[in-house]
């Protein structure tokens, strides 16, 4: 079994208040040594990048992948891990005693994406998920309310429900990922990987040509695509293409703009083809999209 410099337990963490889940999030340093704990440790990567390394316990072999802000992953009790060239991390942390989740397991257990989280025999055969930049706020908004409502518990009062809903709303949102989202990612991340889709994720509607931003990248467009693939789990164009559907899903529910100009709007030359690539990814037309989902008054 690999040195271990040190182990975690649920119930001296700071921030512990006798219940079964804990949540933080702090900027880290620049190298985190090699540590496990007695609980389940949920991580979302809030910012920057890193490097993390996995332990198998039974082998000694080791498996080192890439991190960026919107990954999602799962420690669980005894593996051994380790982070190393953090640049500018910052993670939410959540500590879950496992008896925690045993009343609702059974219904738990029907997520899509269950064994994705938990069910994973060897720490070396983890996968992660990439969320979107939606996606990942609306998450975030999620972990925010459940660390206020942990941090108001004074225990036996309303605030215990409140945080167990919003845990559960936190698991059925990463849950309900269809397994084939989830992928491994190895090496350390990229760093005009990482810049180049921060700058897809901040303007999508903007042209995009893979050759040309391999190009400023200075990489060819096989390399660039290689990295890009594995950092998300998915090719630069269907990225970019993930991107501008979840700007048209916005502009659906906030505006009553019509679907040529959204598309328009969202990068896509085409309004035909984003209805097309819509309801394939979506299973249902603009329109019926913004029947369901308007937020206007």
């Not at 990567?45 to 991190?67: K, P, Q």
């Not at 005693?97 to 720490?123: C, H, M, V, Y």
């Not at 945080?163 to 990612?185: E, N, V």
């Not at 090719?235 to 970019?240: A, D, I, M, N, Q």
Request: proline share 5%; charged share 25%; glycine share 6%.
């Amino acid at each position: 079994m690999p040195q271990i410099q040190k182990i975690y337990s649920l119930k001296k963490l700071s921030k512990y208040k006798n219940y079964g889940i804990t949540l933080f999030s702090k900027e880290q340093g620049r190298l985190c040594e090699k540590h496990c704990h007695d609980f389940i440790e949920i991580v979302l990567v809030r910012g920057g990048s890193t490097n993390h390394m996995i332990f198998d316990g039974e082998t000694d072999e080791a498996m080192s992948y890439g991190l960026i802000r919107g990954d999602f992953f799962v420690i669980m009790p005894g593996e051994v891990h380790s982070f190393s060239d953090n640049r500018n991390l910052q993670l939410f942390n959540l500590a879950l005693d496992p008896a925690f989740i045993d009343e609702d397991r059974a219904l738990l257990e029907t997520l899509p994406s269950w064994n994705k989280i938990f069910g994973q025999s060897s720490p070396l055969r983890r996968e992660k998920l990439h969320l979107l930049p939606e996606e990942y706020n609306q998450v975030e908004k999620l972990l925010l309310q459940l660390m206020t409502s942990l941090d108001k518990m004074t225990g036996n009062d309303y605030h215990e429900l409140e945080a167990k809903s919003l845990f559960c709303q936190y698991l059925i949102r990463i849950g309900t990922h269809t397994p084939d989202k989830w992928h491994r990612m190895r090496g350390t991340p990229d760093e005009c990987i990482t810049r180049c889709i921060g700058q897809m994720e901040s303007r999508p509607e903007q042209p995009f040509s893979v050759p040309e931003t391999a190009r400023r990248a200075g990489m060819s467009t096989s390399l660039f695509s290689r990295k890009f693939r594995a950092a998300v789990g998915l090719s630069p164009l269907k990225y970019v293409l993930r991107l501008r559907l979840e700007k048209v899903k916005a502009f659906l529910c906030s505006t009553d703009l019509p679907v040529s100009e959204i598309a328009e709007k969202s990068g896509f030359s085409d309004s035909n083809y984003m209805i097309k690539y819509f309801h394939q990814y979506c299973g249902t037309t603009p329109m019926q999209y913004r029947k369901m989902n308007s937020i206007r008054k």
